[in-house]
């Protein structure tokens, strides 16, 4: 069973005038989708949290307030743009830019329906579907460090300088534990392609369950890639990075106007698009049953809902827990995440050949648990041997 | 390469959207820049020293350690294409088990010599003493309404 | 002179039978990639010449997508913009080395004779390549595809990787391993050992203070804290 995926079918006749205005179409759209839903995912959140802590929330600009992030956006327009004179200017202007166009280009491929077709063209609904398809994301995260690490260095300023440190830090460990989340998918999937890892998921498990990765891979990488999602975009419990208590405003102190906006927007925008992602990956994309009268229309829906239950999670997970210590963050990562989902990894490829197998790579896996718990006490006792 | 032309076309219109928002804002926004707003933001203390120039090395071995990692990943990525579509599942998993294993351990080794514990040296609390003499009622002092009214 | 530039055009001639689009994809990202290459060796600000380093990186994956090694222009931007130029941050970062070097003092004076030497050899070895051995990916289909025998790029690297050069991919864990030992020893502080667990310390109990205000002190019925033992001292309340 093989899936090559061959890209988008609309370009299998090269590049004319009606190619080239439906990757225009799209791109508009998809740029327009997402200032749209960063506006309502700001407000979304703020109107949820505020539930959870019986407030009533912003409620004046609009009905039910739902103005309010425009209107907070047009405000940062109108505000000084300030340039602190400690700052390194040319990178201190670079920075939004490193962190809001990966934040836009991520969103690129993630698979939103499923095909549509024009005259004799058939187009997939997602911006674009290189083959290397979840990589992109992957190089698109690695690229968002520089703009909060940068950001911070060229503030010429203690906090922001403190929180860059830490973010990148934070950000560069979770980032090992997302990629081995997502290796197990491209293990069942065979390809690194989102869209053959959507049509991959098509279908059911044991007549009963969807045949979505969440349950095929047997949750583990599904959560492990929740939780380094999660770490990845500095949201809490994970916000160190802007732990208002310690560092003001972590790597953004510094910044006002309209580059402060961009931070903003990036982070919502990452927000939006990794739950996207974890839609994609783990719980089939556009798929759902439905009703084939909506035609393209249905897996679209599908898309939006699963999309919204998980962001409501990551609200729900910001009104409810308190943040983690930075010695906990790291411990989580390094010592939990990384080798829990090697292991789990591995042991999937084992139960892909046998049972046997499976056993087997369980059984070595088991072995080296106890050493790292070992090595865990031992290092406890060491601490400060290294570094410091 | 024409699948990469709509993120090209994302690229372009993400970078103008944010070089347009800059012209705006600077065609908006007033420019009135004093000592005191652009001095580095401590909460209202006039900075008195330079931001620190040196972080702790652990943040060097932090990146040292995602190197390893991301180059493991980055093997784990062909081989996770190849796992189904391969004549001989078992011998590609024994080559990736070695290498898993090899890669640990250097993981275990970076683990016991404590270098990625970033807390406090985690050490017992002697446990205060506990005397029989210490009672509620030799430590904590009431005050009778005599005492207060002596005290008024 | 013209029987040296022979064999140079010889080697351009490929160059100039392929499409338009490729060509001009290939002067742009040769413009990117070598004036990031001029910003690395040029820039005096260590953290200019990172970021330069990472523009010729970002040139040379596209570079890469546009020879259809798609996987590889991952690995460039993932492996190496994302974790190595990181790490070179993280080290200027942490050395405080953020401040301009001199450009005239050479500390190592053979330094630059020798780099442009290494530099030349690498050339003629590229020269010597593009010319003799046969590209593992093959030539362009029909389709503008490379031929890899089916599941594109990522696939057929794959099956390299796990089969002809396996050993070599073995050997990169020892390299890591390596690696990882050799940050180790570098970190480690001089001549430290390791933190004995504190013994539980025997204490005679008759000398320890009694918590809250001295029984025979005078209550004021406001003050009972004990101001000393809470660390504002002198211990003097209203009176």
């Known amino acids: 069973m093989f899936l090559a995926s061959a890209g988008d079918p609309l370009f299998v006749d090269g590049i004319n005038f009606a190619v080239a205005l439906a990757v225009i179409i799209k791109v508009v759209l998809a740029f327009a989708f997402l200032l749209v839903s960063v506006l309502m995912m700001i407000w979304f959140e703020r109107k949820i949290i505020s539930d959870m802590q019986n407030r009533v929330g912003p409620d004046r600009a609009g009905p039910w307030g739902i103005l309010q992030s425009l209107a907070?956006?047009?405000?940062?327009?109108?505000?000084?743009?300030?340039?602190?004179?400690r700052a390194d200017k040319r990178i201190f202007r670079l920075a939004p830019y490193l962190s809001a166009v990966p934040a836009f280009l991520s969103f690129a491929i993630v698979p939103i329906g499923g095909t549509i077709t024009f005259g004799h063209y058939t187009t997939e609904l997602q911006v674009a579907d290189p083959p290397i398809g979840i990589l992109f994301l992957l190089a698109m995260s690695a690229v968002a460090v520089y703009g909060v690490m940068l950001a911070g260095w060229s503030s010429g300023s203690k906090y922001p300088l403190l929180g860059s440190v830490r973010a990148s830090a934070q950000m560069v460990s979770y980032e090992a534990a997302l990629g081995l989340a997502v290796a197990a998918v491209v293990l069942y999937t065979g390809d690194l392609s989102t869209r053959a890892i959507v049509t991959g998921q098509e279908g059911l498990l044991r007549h009963i369950l969807p045949s979505w990765n969440v349950f095929r891979l047997g949750f583990v990488p599904f959560f492990v890639f929740l939780i380094?999602?999660?770490?990845?975009?500095?949201?809490?419990p994970f916000d160190l990075v802007e732990a208002e208590q310690e560092l003001v405003g972590g790597f953004h102190t510094e910044y006002s106007s309209i580059r402060f906006a961009l931070f903003f927007l990036a982070e919502f925008m990452n927000t939006i698009t990794m739950s996207a992602i974890v839609v994609t990956l783990f719980l089939g994309g556009p798929d759902g049953p439905g009703f084939h009268f909506l035609r393209w229309l249905w897996p679209i829906l599908w898309f939006l809902g699963k999309t919204l239950v998980l962001l409501f999670v990551q609200v729900w997970l910001r009104g409810t827990l308190p943040r983690l210590r930075?010695?906990?963050?790291?411990?989580?990562?390094?010592?939990?995440?990384?080798?829990?989902?090697?292991?789990?990894?591995?042991?999937?490829?084992?139960?892909?050949?046998?049972?046997?197998?499976?056993?087997?790579?369980?059984?070595?896996?088991?072995?080296?648990?106890?050493?790292?718990?070992?090595?865990?006490?031992?290092?406890?006792q060491r601490v400060g041997e290294v570094g410091s | 390469m024409t699948q990469y032309l709509p993120i090209l076309a994302l690229f372009i219109v993400a970078a103008l959207f944010a070089g347009l928002s800059f012209m705006a804002s600077g065609l908006l926004a007033p420019y009135r820049p004093t000592d005191a707003k652009s001095a580095p933001y401590e909460c209202g203390i006039v900075p008195d020293r330079e931001p620190a120039e040196r972080f702790p090395v652990r943040f060097y071995l932090v990146a040292m350690l995602f190197i390893i990692f991301d180059i493991e990943i980055i093997f784990l990525y062909p081989w996770a294409v190849i796992f189904k579509e391969t004549a001989s599942p078992v011998f590609l998993l024994v080559e990736m088990l070695t290498f898993a294993?090899?890669?640990?351990?250097?993981?275990?080794?970076?683990?016991?010599?404590?270098?990625?514990?970033?807390g406090p040296l985690k050490r017992l609390r002697p446990m205060a003493p506990i005397s029989p003499a210490r009672t509620s009622e030799s430590t904590v002092r009431r005050i009778r309404p005599a005492a207060r009214d002596e005290a008024a | 002179m013209m029987a040296a530039l022979f064999p140079l055009l010889s080697v351009l001639h490929p160059v100039l039978a392929v499409p338009t689009i490729d060509r001009l994809v290939f002067a742009v990202c040769a413009v990117i990639v070598l004036s990031g290459a001029l910003g690395v060796v040029l820039s005096s600000n260590p953290v200019y010449a990172a970021l330069s380093l990472v523009l010729t990186l970002f040139g040379v994956a596209v570079?890469?997508?546009?020879?259809?090694?798609?996987?590889?222009?991952?690995?460039?931007?993932?492996?190496?913009?994302?974790?190595?130029?990181?790490?070179?941050?993280?080290?200027?970062?942490?050395?405080?080395?953020d401040r301009q070097e001199s450009m005239r003092s050479e500390r190592l004076p053979a330094q630059r004779p020798l780099a442009l030497l290494l530099g030349l050899a690498a050339l003629g070895e590229l020269l010597a390549l593009s010319r003799l051995t046969h590209w593992s990916t093959g030539p362009r289909g029909a389709s503008g595809a490379p031929a890899t025998g089916g599941g594109g790029n990522t696939a057929a690297l794959a099956r390299s990787i796990f089969t002809t050069y396996l050993l070599p991919f073995e050997l990169t864990s020892l390299l890591l391993i390596i690696a990882v030992l050799a940050a180790v020893v570098l970190a480690r502080r001089p001549g430290q050992h390791p933190i004995e667990p504190p013994a539980l310390v025997e204490t005679d109990d008759s000398?320890?203070?009694?918590?809250?205000?001295?029984?025979?002190?005078?209550?004021?019925?406001?003050?009972?804290?004990?101001?000393?033992?809470?660390?504002?001292?002198?211990?003097?309340?209203?009176?």
């Open chain 1, 72 to 85: 907070d956006g047009t405000k940062l327009f109108f505000k000084e743009d300030l340039l602190p004179d």
């Open chain 3, 207 to 239: 000398n320890l203070p009694m918590p809250g205000p001295d029984p025979d002190e005078e209550i004021d019925g406001v003050r009972n804290v004990d101001a000393e033992s809470i660390g504002f001292g002198g211990g003097r309340g209203p009176q």
């Open chain 3, 63 to 97: 570079l890469f997508v546009e020879e259809d090694a798609q996987f590889l222009a991952a690995v460039q931007v993932v492996v190496y913009a994302g974790a190595i130029v990181v790490l070179f941050l993280f080290v200027i970062m942490l050395l405080g080395v």
């Open chain 1, 326 to 380: 930075y010695d906990q963050l790291m411990d989580l990562g390094w010592k939990v995440l990384i080798p829990g989902s090697l292991v789990w990894l591995l042991i999937l490829g084992g139960m892909l050949i046998s049972f046997k197998w499976g056993l087997i790579v369980l059984g070595i896996s088991v072995l080296f648990g106890a050493a790292l718990i070992r090595a865990r006490s031992l290092g406890a």
């Open chain 1, 228 to 236: 380094a999602s999660t770490a990845e975009l500095n949201r809490p």
């Open chain 2, 101 to 118: 294993a090899t890669v640990f351990v250097a993981f275990i080794y970076l683990i016991s010599h404590g270098a990625l514990d970033w």
